[in-house]
């Protein structure tokens, strides 16, 4: 975390945030499934300032081959951030932020895939950060979850993700840029909600076990209204075509 | 799945169902650990650890350079993480890959985050020399948890480093080594402490054969004043609300135990 500017409060006296949000309270979240006509499967997330583009190709054959497993799929997961996504230019490229981060949502995105209905293949999925502004990883989850579905991929549960976090010494839900900055702690989960299941779990920064827990759960509430958007994105998509159909 | 896994992984479910681990653990024990400090000598700390049959080195190198343009008053510190080949069969030459880098930046996490190294206490002069500090461990033999082996390494290399004392003149703006050492300023002990889900189970400090059959891991960094200061849950596999919170309890209890271990403490 970086030196907090002297006197910068994150949340006023009357309880608000510097971008106007009360403690619980999500970014505003758009999400369009099938955006992409390439792609086996695409989705667009929009959540406060990050705009990201998730795209899946496969089940397919995989490049190189001693990568196959005879008795499942394996998945791939890219997170790349484009050059013009931050203030300062981004050097293209994985970084070794990006390399871990692609690693933990592959780790998030696996237990919800049943890889074994296709043996010997890969499933292939890049996730673009177009801009950033904190929470990047768990927008870019909700959009490969929406991709996976939008390829027909069979899954157990889509995986929906949410960010708590420590500003101001309070536990408040889904950090901005500026929060995430000057804050104490940021706690990204990614969950199957149906079962209730956490996926993805991590922690950067400096916790009491019980705020830490508080973050959890309150991250596992916010992911439970994101699981909400992408029902319904979901939804629409389908609605489309019938309509479609209809004409 | 390999097949010599999918039948190890049978055989250790096999033993799970009555609280069994292959190499006769209980599922809240550590292997043995010893840890030794001052190892090598052009180092300016170091620490071999040894946990169970996994072995890993940490070296400490400390330099002279600039800040980072943002943080003028803060010293630096950075972590590397190499899988040489020696260490393992699965273990190729070449640039750090995915597992070496998300290893390096949790140890990196759970030192930086609790503040462990006072960075301010780093500067030399504000916004134009501090010290450098680099943090490189080197596995030497892999038979599973690296990183909580890398994170103990780490910290205890840290407390052993001494750093010689220096002098800036501000006219001549020369910087003079002197012949005195000091300690690096290394204020907590922040300790990893890493459990495996198996098919339902939990356990403590996998060893290798544990890790190739294990759905995930989920690794708590704790320090000495009952803070968390990194978290990583790792590979597939899920966690329920419940599990996380034996997990954090269990963290705390295993890293006082381990914090006896190191030298000098």
């Given at each position: 975390?970086?030196?907090?500017?002297?006197?910068?409060?994150?949340?006023?006296?009357?309880?608000?945030?510097?971008?106007?949000?009360?403690?619980?309270?999500?970014?505003?979240?758009?999400?369009?499934?099938?955006?992409?006509?390439?792609?086996?499967?695409?989705?667009?997330?929009?959540?406060?300032?990050?705009?990201?583009?998730?795209?899946?190709?496969?089940?397919?054959?995989?490049?190189?081959?001693?990568?196959?497993k005879p008795d499942?799929?394996?998945?791939?997961?890219?997170?790349?951030?484009?050059?013009?996504?931050?203030?300062?230019?981004?050097?293209?490229?994985?970084?070794?932020?990006?390399?871990?981060?692609?690693?933990?949502?592959?780790?998030?995105?696996?237990?919800?895939?049943?890889?074994?209905?296709?043996?010997?293949?890969?499933?292939?999925?890049?996730?673009?950060?177009?801009?950033?502004?904190?929470?990047?990883?768990?927008?870019?989850?909700?959009?490969?979850?929406?991709?996976?579905?939008?390829?027909?991929?069979?899954?157990?549960?889509?995986?929906?993700?949410?960010?708590?976090?420590?500003?101001?010494?309070?536990?408040?839900?889904?950090?901005?840029?500026?929060?995430?900055?000057?804050?104490?702690?940021?706690?990204?989960?990614?969950?199957?909600?149906?079962?209730?299941?956490?996926?993805?779990?991590?922690?950067?920064?400096?916790?009491?076990?019980?705020?830490?827990?508080?973050?959890?759960?309150?991250?596992?509430?916010?992911?439970?209204?994101?699981?909400?958007?992408?029902?319904?994105?979901?939804?629409?998509?389908?609605?489309?075509?019938?309509?479609?159909?209809?004409? | 799945m390999e097949i010599m896994a999918s039948i190890m992984k049978?055989?250790?479910?096999?033993?799970?169902?009555?609280?069994?681990?292959?190499?006769?653990?209980?599922?809240?024990?550590?292997?043995?650990?010893?840890?030794?400090?001052?190892?090598?000598?052009?180092?300016?700390?170091?620490?071999?650890?040894?946990?169970?049959?996994?072995?890993?080195?940490?070296?400490?190198?400390?330099?002279?350079?600039?800040?980072?343009?943002?943080?003028?008053?803060?010293?630096?510190?950075?972590?590397?993480?190499?899988?040489?080949?020696?260490?393992?069969?699965?273990?190729?030459?070449?640039?750090?890959?995915?597992?070496?880098?998300?290893?390096?930046?949790?140890?990196?996490?759970?030192?930086?985050?609790?503040?462990?190294?006072?960075?301010?206490?780093?500067?030399?002069?504000?916004?134009?020399?501090?010290?450098?500090?680099?943090?490189?461990?080197?596995?030497?033999?892999?038979?599973?948890?690296?990183?909580?082996?890398?994170?103990?390494?780490?910290?205890?290399?840290?407390?052993?480093?001494?750093?010689?004392?220096?002098?800036?003149?501000?006219?001549?703006?020369?910087?003079?080594?002197?012949?005195?050492?000091?300690?690096?300023?290394?204020?907590?002990?922040?300790?990893?402490?890493?459990?495996?889900?198996?098919?339902?189970?939990?356990?403590?400090?996998?060893?290798?054969?544990?890790?190739q059959v294990?759905?995930?891991?989920?690794?708590?960094?704790?320090?000495?004043?009952?803070?968390?200061?990194?978290?990583?849950?790792?590979?597939?596999?899920?966690?329920?609300?419940?599990?996380?919170?034996?997990?954090?309890?269990?963290?705390?209890?295993?890293?006082?135990?381990?914090?006896?271990?190191?030298?000098?403490?």
């Open positions: 975390m970086m030196g907090k500017p002297e006197g910068l409060k994150l949340i006023d006296e009357n309880g608000y945030r510097l971008d106007g949000r009360k403690k619980y309270e999500l970014r505003k979240i758009k999400m369009e499934v099938g955006v992409l006509k390439s792609a086996d499967g695409s989705a667009y997330v929009e959540w406060g300032k990050n705009k990201i583009m998730a795209a899946v190709y496969g089940p397919r054959e995989i490049h190189p081959k001693h990568l196959q499942r799929a394996i998945l791939r997961v890219r997170y790349n951030m484009a050059p013009f996504s931050v203030e300062e230019r981004k050097k293209p490229g994985p970084d070794r932020r990006s390399v871990e981060i692609s690693k933990v949502i592959r780790g998030a995105l696996e237990p919800a895939v049943i890889l074994e209905l296709f043996p010997r293949t890969s499933i292939d999925i890049f996730i673009e950060v177009l801009q950033a502004d904190a929470g990047t990883r768990v927008a870019g989850i909700t959009a490969a979850s929406l991709a996976l579905a939008d390829a027909g991929i069979p899954m157990k549960d889509l995986v929906a993700a949410c960010a708590a976090g420590k500003i101001d010494g309070e536990i408040a839900l889904d950090l901005n840029k500026e929060e995430d900055n000057y804050g104490e702690a940021d706690v990204p989960v990614a969950i199957m909600p149906i079962k209730n299941d956490i996926t993805l779990l991590q922690m950067d920064g400096y916790l009491t076990k019980e705020e830490f827990l508080e973050a959890v759960k309150l991250a596992i509430k916010g992911a439970k209204a994101v699981y909400q958007k992408q029902r319904e994105a979901l939804r629409e998509k389908y609605l489309k075509i019938v309509e479609e159909v209809g004409e | 049978d055989h250790i479910l096999q033993l799970l169902k009555e609280d069994k681990r292959i190499d006769g653990r209980g599922l809240e024990d550590f292997r043995p650990l010893t840890v030794e400090t001052n190892v090598i000598e052009k180092a300016e700390g170091s620490a071999l650890v040894k946990l169970g049959d996994t072995q890993i080195l940490v070296g400490i190198k400390v330099d002279l350079g600039e800040p980072f343009p943002d943080l003028p008053n803060m010293g630096v510190i950075t972590t590397n993480v190499e899988f040489v080949p020696l260490a393992s069969p699965t273990f190729e030459p070449g640039p750090p890959d995915e597992r070496a880098i998300e290893l390096a930046r949790v140890v990196d996490r759970g030192i930086r985050e609790s503040q462990a190294i006072d960075l301010e206490k780093l500067v030399i002069v504000p916004g134009k020399l501090v010290r450098v500090v680099f943090i490189d461990v080197h596995v030497l033999d892999h038979d599973g948890n690296l990183l909580d082996a890398s994170g103990i390494g780490a910290i205890a290399a840290l407390l052993s480093t001494r750093i010689p004392k220096v002098e800036y003149n501000e006219e001549t703006e020369e910087v003079v080594m002197l012949e005195e050492y000091e300690k690096l300023p290394v204020t907590r002990i922040p300790i990893p402490v890493t459990l495996a889900k198996i098919g339902g189970n939990l356990v403590v400090d996998p060893n290798f054969e544990e890790e294990m759905d995930g891991k989920i690794t708590i960094t704790t320090d000495e004043n009952g803070y968390i200061s990194a978290v990583q849950k790792s590979e597939g596999g899920s966690f329920k609300l419940e599990e996380i919170a034996y997990v954090t309890d269990l963290a705390y209890k295993k890293a006082s135990e381990i914090r006896e271990k190191i030298p000098g403490l």
